[in-house]
């Protein structure tokens, strides 16, 4: 079963809520022309490693930001937490030896 946290990192639950920002699509437009660049100046065989290592890279970067997104998150409830309820001991007391 899929989290609700996962399915909204996912665009699951609102997936018409993502829209690209201006930023993030000049940002598309010059990776594909990088990506474009570089496929012409060099062979098949270096495009098809160039491909796997994109692949790893996205595979990576996705994980990790998902990890980043579920923190976010349980740190906002921990927060909200603290903020109506006076309820700090979830957070660690470096001052204890």
């Not at 665009?11 to 993502?18: A, E, G, R, W």
């Not at 990790?64 to 998150?73: D, E, P, R």
């Amino acid at each position: 079963m899929t989290s609700i946290l996962n399915a909204l990192f996912e665009s699951v639950i609102f997936p018409n809520k993502l829209k690209p920002t201006p930023e993030s699509t000049r940002a598309n437009e010059e990776l594909a022309n990088l990506i474009e660049a570089w496929n012409k100046s060099h062979s098949e065989e270096d495009w098809e490693k160039f491909d796997d290592i994109q692949s790893a890279y996205n595979n990576v970067s996705h994980h990790l930001q998902q990890i980043a997104f579920t923190y976010g998150f349980q740190l906002a409830i921990l927060i909200m937490i603290e903020v109506f309820f006076g309820k700090s001991e979830f957070t660690r007391n470096h001052n204890k030896n």
